[in-house]
């Protein structure tokens, strides 16, 4: 099985698998700010990151080497060009993406994101990410992820929309509630899967319409979302701190932390660890950071950061730039932003005793070997952020059954997930003496090859 690239369907999609370069915005749209955003070209690939990553696990574990090809290469990369036209009546043209990296043990999943940097690279490696997230969570999905290369923050909610309906529409059937479920991620929020949830019913016939409404998950409980989606990722973030804190005998009620990142993933992070006693003492976002060894307040930064659009200049802690954040002594690091923060540089300005990935990828290979040389412990990003696609999974059953469970019983089934999932990658670490990384890279690995053996390969 190689790179497959599903053909056009019954929409006006535009499949492209050449590079990204080859279809950027078009930069004669010059109303368009992003489209003079250009990724920095000294950009590290991230795939690469993944295949590292899964070349140690790999081979620890002597994955089966037919099985290895399958997994090194993404299965369809969906590549869009599609106009929107905007409030201003002006017709600007965008490019969007979707991978699907593996769905050997369940239809696709994973969020789509709104950014300047998304591209076919970044788009491939967290489509793998979500392949071994779901396979160490245990639930029955593959992985994809999807998103559209531009700045949300330069258009209005009018043109959001458009851009959401527009980009669904040009995915057509390349999504679907049994095939490929995205979700919120990076930018991203309830309300743009609700968008998502009507363009996808409008172009259905209309008795099937209710019968798709698990096309997507992190929806507005109205809508048919489900309670403690919207906390659900930080909330894991969380239940894997607590079992490591209890595992190496400290109290969280002494320990510190901070975080990096205030959208959902990191105020959530900081509100629930803050009500279990641990004290937060330095922020950073894209507008900068700012520290309290006293303690921040989650709740008043979040509100000073909603009107002032980010953490820069809070009146109730002192300034502190990138080096300064990352060099803040604390017992414990989220970083829960963007990829590649966490690097062979940084990690030696760390003072933590753990790192908790609530962002996809934030550390690169050479910052994972730092972190291991200086005895930082480590819950991977597959683990400790699997919580966001773990009640994602809730929200799709409770569609598929018509059922509304209530708050309780979608935490106490997430706790149970969580925990399961973080014994066994502590447990395998210990049994094969290797790092936590490697160590859920091989939970994943052996259940995919095991389902592969199981099936065989067609024909
Ligand atoms: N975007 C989130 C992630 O990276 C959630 C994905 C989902 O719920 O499908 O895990």
Redesign the pocket.
């Known amino acids: 099985m190689t790179t497959i690239v599903r053909e056009p369907t019954r929409y006006d999609m535009e499949v492209n698998p050449r590079s990204p370069s080859d279809v950027r915005p078009d930069a004669a749209s010059a109303s368009d700010p992003s489209a003079a955003h250009h990724p920095r070209q000294d950009k590290k690939s991230l795939y690469e990151n993944v295949v590292v990553q899964f070349d140690r696990a790999a081979d620890v574990m002597r994955l089966d080497a037919d099985v290895r090809k399958i997994l090194a290469r993404t299965k369809n990369e969906i590549v869009v060009n599609f106009p929107v036209k905007m409030s201003n009546g002006r017709v600007q043209m965008f490019t969007g993406y979707r991978v699907q990296h593996n769905d050997a043990l369940g239809p696709f999943?994973?969020?789509?994101?709104f950014h300047p940097d998304v591209d076919l690279d970044e788009v491939r490696a967290?489509a793998a990410?979500?392949t071994w997230?779901c396979a160490v969570a245990g639930i029955p999905?593959g992985g994809a992820?999807g998103g559209v290369q531009f700045d949300p923050s330069n258009y209005s909610g009018a043109d959001l929309e458009r851009i959401t309906r527009r980009f669904v529409y040009a995915l057509g059937d390349n999504i679907g509630p049994e095939y490929d479920?995205?979700?919120?991620?990076?930018n991203t929020n309830a309300q743009i899967m609700a968008w998502i949830l009507d363009t996808y019913a409008s172009t259905v016939p209309p008795h099937d319409r209710q019968r798709n409404i698990h096309v997507v998950?992190?929806k507005p409980i109205e809508a048919g979302g489900s309670v403690g989606?919207d906390k659900?990722?930080g909330q894991g973030v969380v239940y894997t701190i607590q079992h490591w804190a209890a595992d190496r005998g400290f109290d969280l009620r002494n320990m510190t932390f901070m975080v990096q990142g205030f959208g959902n993933v990191g105020a959530w992070t900081a509100r629930l660890l803050t009500r279990l006693g641990a004290k937060l003492v330095a922020v950073e976002d894209v507008t900068g950071a700012v520290r309290n060894p006293s303690g921040l307040d989650p709740d008043d930064l979040l509100r000073y950061a909603r009107v002032h659009g980010g953490v820069f200049r809070y009146p109730k802690g002192e300034f502190a730039d990138h080096i300064m954040f990352f060099q803040t002594p604390v017992d414990i690091f989220v970083p829960a932003a963007m990829e590649n923060q966490v690097t062979a540089e940084t990690a030696r300005w760390l003072h933590a005793r753990l790192v908790a990935e609530g962002a996809?990828g934030p550390t690169d290979p050479e910052g994972d070997a730092v972190l291991r040389e200086r005895g930082i412990d480590l819950i991977p990003?597959i683990l400790c952020?699997?919580g966001?696609?773990?009640?994602?999974?809730f929200?799709w059953l409770q569609n598929k059954r018509s059922e509304f469970w209530e708050l309780d019983e979608v935490d106490a089934k997430l706790y149970k997930r969580l925990t399961q999932a973080y014994q066994r990658v502590r447990d395998k670490a210990i049994e094969l003496d290797v790092d936590w990384r490697t160590a859920a890279y091989v939970i994943a690995l052996a259940r995919l090859e095991t389902v592969y053996k199981e099936r065989g390969i067609f024909p």
């Open positions: 999943k994973g969020g789509l994101r967290l990410w979500m997230k999905f992820k479920i995205p979700a919120p991620d990076v998950t992190g989606r659900a990722t996809n990003d952020n699997s966001g696609v773990i009640v994602s999974y929200e």
